[in-house]
C-alpha cells in the first residue's frame, strides 16, 4: 500500500513539474524620445495552461510608473485607456503592440538607449510575477 501510495505522489511530483506555465517573449522597450519621460512596453505573453490568466499589473526596473493600456479609435478619435486588468483565456495568445495594447512606463529611475535592456515584471491576479529583459529599441525585434 505505502509503495502504490509513493507512486501515486512521485506521478503527481512529475506532472506538476511539467505542467506548461505562462511565457512573456519578444519583450521591447520603444527608444525614449529626446526630453520625453514616458515610453511603452511591447511583448506577447502566451498561455498555454488549461485556465484563464490575469493580468493585474506591470513593473520595471527602469520606470517607477508601469500601467496596462490600450489605445482604440472611437468615432475617428484615438484614445487610451488605462485598464485594471487583462484577462488572457486559455490556450490563448495576446500581443501587446504599438497602435493597442501596451505597457505605459513613465517616471524613469534611468535613462534608456537604444541597444540598452530594462528589466520587466507582469504581474498575475494569483501573485506569481514574470520576469523578461526587454531591448530598448526604435522598432520590434525581427
Known sequence: MKKILLVAVGIALL???????V?????WIRTPLPGMNMTAAYFVIRNPTDSTVTVVGASSDAYDDVTIHESRVVNGVSEMIRMRSLSVAA???????????????????RQLAAGEQARLMIELSDGNKLSTTAMVSDQAPQ
Do not use: Q, Y
Not at 91 to 109: A, C, N, Q, Y
Open 91 to 109: 490556450g490563448d495568445t495576446v500581443r501587446f503592440k504599438p497602435g493597442g495594447l501596451h505597457i505605459m512606463m513613465s517616471e524613469p529611475v
Open 15 to 21: 506532472n506538476a513539474c511539467t505542467r506548461p506555465a
Open 23 to 27: 511565457l512573456i517573449e519578444d519583450a
